[in-house]
């Protein structure tokens, strides 16, 4: 079994950046309320980014929190591009089933 990430434990470096770039670059999307298709398309990118990123082993709910990220996800639920929506929200969801899982152990 792979080693699981408590909050404390340090985030891989490389994915810390990674996602850090990640949060800054859907924060400034999130500002503008932009529905340019480019601009959208580059926001999908990023969250499929981070679809993959699993709370307890690649990254911690304090790290996510570090960084406003779940902010930013949350925050992006709710944009006008249904695809940008649905993919926030499915990350979203799956990080929350994510914490519960890990709270149960």
Do not use: C
């Amino acid at each position: 079994k792979s080693h699981t990430l408590q909050d404390g434990d340090q985030v891989d470096p490389t994915t810390k950046r990674n996602v850090i770039t990640s949060a800054k670059r859907l924060k400034l999307f999130a500002a503008m309320d932009n529905t340019k298709p480019i601009q959208n398309q580059k926001a999908i990118t990023e969250l499929k980014h981070l679809q993959n990123l699993e709370i307890g082993v690649h990254i911690t709910l304090e790290f996510l929190a570090e960084v406003k990220l779940m902010k930013t996800v949350n925050k992006l639920r709710k944009h006008k591009d249904k695809s940008v929506a649905s993919l926030s929200k499915s990350i979203r969801n799956a990080w929350k089933d994510q914490y519960r899982r890990q709270q149960q152990n």
